[in-house]
């Protein structure tokens, strides 16, 4: 089993990059591949990023491409997400998530992981 606590959420305005992170405890981070999602108030919660186990390989859906990155440390049990060039609808909570397999293939969905965190709320202003 693993625990997630998601940290480094804020308020910040369209355009600004931040940087949020999940610390994981438990049993050993690289056994686990990691996704990030996020809920939108009033909306379904969707896929935003995925990365396998070793890293090596990422995922993300269309609208944060070439504006977030996936990475992890797996020395430090810690995931991150870098944000760049946020946008208002990026606003939500972000939830970071973990399911014990390679990874492979990258797992998009919801219900194919095992490990939630209880998330952080970003928020964008215009």
């Known amino acids: 089993q693993v625990q997630l606590v998601e940290s480094g959420g804020g308020f910040v305005q369209a355009g600004d990059s931040l940087r949020i992170a999940c610390a994981a405890s438990?049993?050993?981070?690289?056994?686990?591949?990691m996704g990030w999602f996020r809920q939108a108030p009033g909306k379904e919660r969707e896929f935003v990023a995925a990365i396998t186990r070793s890293g090596a390989i990422t995922t993300y859906t269309d609208s944060v491409k070439g504006r977030f990155t996936i990475s992890r440390d797996n020395a430090k049990n810690t995931l991150h997400l870098q944000m760049n060039s946020l946008k208002p609808e990026d606003t939500a909570v972000y939830y970071c998530a973990a399911v014990s397999d390679s990874g492979i293939p990258i797992r998009r969905l919801g219900s194919e992981y095992t490990y939630w965190g209880q998330g952080t709320q970003v928020t964008v202003s215009s």
């Open positions: 438990g049993r050993p981070f690289n056994t686990y591949s």
